[in-house]
């Protein structure tokens, strides 16, 4: 899996009896951060949300957005509104 790192989670649907169900999220290094190791950021997408993360800071969880909150804010900084 080139460039991609999955990340399994306990899902919020599993039960404490022993019923789990284990969810893989797929990391991909944004196309924003640079080569030089600085400012990397990845994200991961799922049908309803969007995550972001900093890759030296993973320990620190991450950030989500609805997918209509990443569309409206990749097209203000696309159109040079942020």
Do not use: I
């Amino acid at each position: 899996m080139s460039g991609l790192e999955e990340t399994w989670r306990k899902s919020s649907y599993s039960g404490n009896a022993g019923n789990c169900v284990e969810v893989a999220v797929s990391w991909r290094k944004s196309s924003y951060s640079n080569d030089t190791g600085g400012e990397c950021v990845e994200v991961a997408e799922t049908p309803s949300a969007v995550l972001v993360r900093d890759t030296q800071n993973r320990h620190l969880g991450h950030l989500g957005f609805s997918p209509g909150e990443w569309t409206a804010f990749l097209s203000s900084l696309k159109n040079d509104r942020l």
